[in-house]
């Protein structure tokens, strides 16, 4: 009976050390690909994020300036209606008197507190959106990358 000869494999013939060293170059050169290309998305990724937190803070920034002057200027007109009113209680001669003009003042104070709460709310909203823009747009374009990927 002929018996076939088999090469052991974990033999040291069997390695050829050319075939080995160009496997473990390529393997190499490989990784420094994929090293470089993971760290220009980082890069990129990092960058990205850093306009967008920046786009943010100079959107809030203008937007509290914005709700600020709101603020004052209320706090302008009820200050300057208070005064107006507290000049024509001097000049009041009658309790009557006294009495229609501190309802007719408590109705102005109200309407205009209803329209300065208003007007703040509008400018409160119009600033929110405009701080989350930049963020809205970063997740938008965020979903695009990983759906075209």
Do not use: C
Request: overall charge neutral; hydrophobic content about 45%; cysteine-free.
């Amino acid at each position: 009976m002929a018996t076939k000869k088999t090469d052991d494999v974990f033999s040291i013939a069997a390695l050829d050390p050319s075939k080995l060293s160009e496997s473990f170059r390529a393997f190499a050169e490989k990784g420094a690909v994929q090293t470089k290309e993971a760290y220009a998305k980082m890069k990129e990724a990092a960058e990205d994020a850093t306009k967008t937190v920046e786009a943010t803070l100079e959107s809030a920034q203008a937007g509290t300036v914005e709700i600020g002057l709101k603020a004052i200027d209320a706090l302008r007109t009820n200050a300057e209606n208070s005064l107006s009113h507290m000049e024509a209680l001097l000049g009041v001669k009658s309790v009557a008197e006294l009495f229609e003009l501190q309802t007719a003042f408590l109705r102005k104070q109200a309407e205009v507190a209803v329209e300065q709460a208003r007007s703040l709310q509008e400018t409160s909203k119009k600033v929110a959106e405009k701080v989350a823009a930049p963020g809205k747009s970063a997740a938008e374009k965020a979903m695009k990358t990983f759906k075209v990927g």
